[in-house]
């Protein structure tokens, strides 16, 4: 079945520098949708894409689709410590599954 | 305006014993779907309930069941228990049309640990 690969696994920053995590899928996607967890909480909904070459941002935050709808990203300038945490896409298969990816975990050097 | 709850928050069970889980959505969402994660993976689709019938499953044994009320929180049961089956179950609702219904919103989770 559908699913999606994300790279990296893991992602450690020095706090103030750019980072991009990617989000891949083998089978062209109707929707991505991206969540940040922090650790010990609950996966948070940060935004939806669905249009090919889609393009949002979220003050630091930059999110994109690609144009064959196979792949996304999220990128993040100046990061701060408030970023750490885990950041999942995920993908609805029809109107009621949500597939989830394995997501990158951020930590942040001071 | 409450977000989704979940009880409770801990849980030890026993392998074999049952467990029920809790969750009540958020004021105006109708639908609440259940979802396990293990330890650093991301959270797999259990099922989906909507006007008190499971819409839609995941890759999930039987011993994994559920039930919607009329006031539309929910309940998650399993049974025989697992060691496997030790992760955090997190309810997520929704809205279950219009532009807004493809946000869903998470709860702290409920951590179970089967010994």
């Known amino acids: 079945g559908q699913q999606v690969m994300q790279i990296p696994q893991y992602q450690h920053v020095q706090e103030g520098e750019d980072f991009t995590t990617y989000c891949n899928s083998s089978?062209?996607?109707?929707?991505i949708q991206w969540y940040k967890q922090r650790p010990g909480g609950h996966p948070v909904f940060l935004i939806q894409l669905v249009k090919s070459g889609e393009v949002k941002k979220q003050k630091r935050l930059t999110f994109q689709f690609g144009e064959a709808k196979k792949n996304s990203s999220l990128h993040i300038t100046a990061t701060q410590t408030t970023d750490v945490g885990t950041y999942f896409c995920?993908?609805?298969?029809?109107?009621?599954?949500?597939?989830f990816g394995a997501g990158t975990t951020v930590t942040v050097r001071a | 305006d409450a977000g989704v709850t979940q009880s409770p928050t801990h849980l030890i069970k026993t392998r074999g014993q049952q467990v029920t889980l809790r969750c009540s959505p958020k004021?105006?969402?109708?639908?609440v779907s259940w979802y396990q994660q293990a330890l650093g993976q991301g959270p797999q689709f259990i099922f989906q309930y909507y006007e008190e019938e499971e819409r839609q499953r995941g890759n999930f044994p039987d011993r994994f069941s559920g039930h919607q009320f009329p006031n539309y929180s929910s309940e998650l049961n399993v049974n025989a228990l697992l060691l496997g089956d030790s992760a955090l179950y997190l309810c997520?609702?929704?809205?279950?049309?219009?532009?807004?219904?493809?946000?869903?919103?998470f709860g702290p989770g409920t951590r179970l640990t089967v010994t």
């Open positions: 997520a609702s929704s809205v279950s049309t219009g532009l807004l219904g493809y946000e869903q919103y």
């Open positions: 995920a993908f609805k298969t029809d109107d009621y599954k949500l597939s």
């Open positions: 004021s105006g969402h109708d639908t």
């Open positions: 089978t062209t996607l109707s929707n």
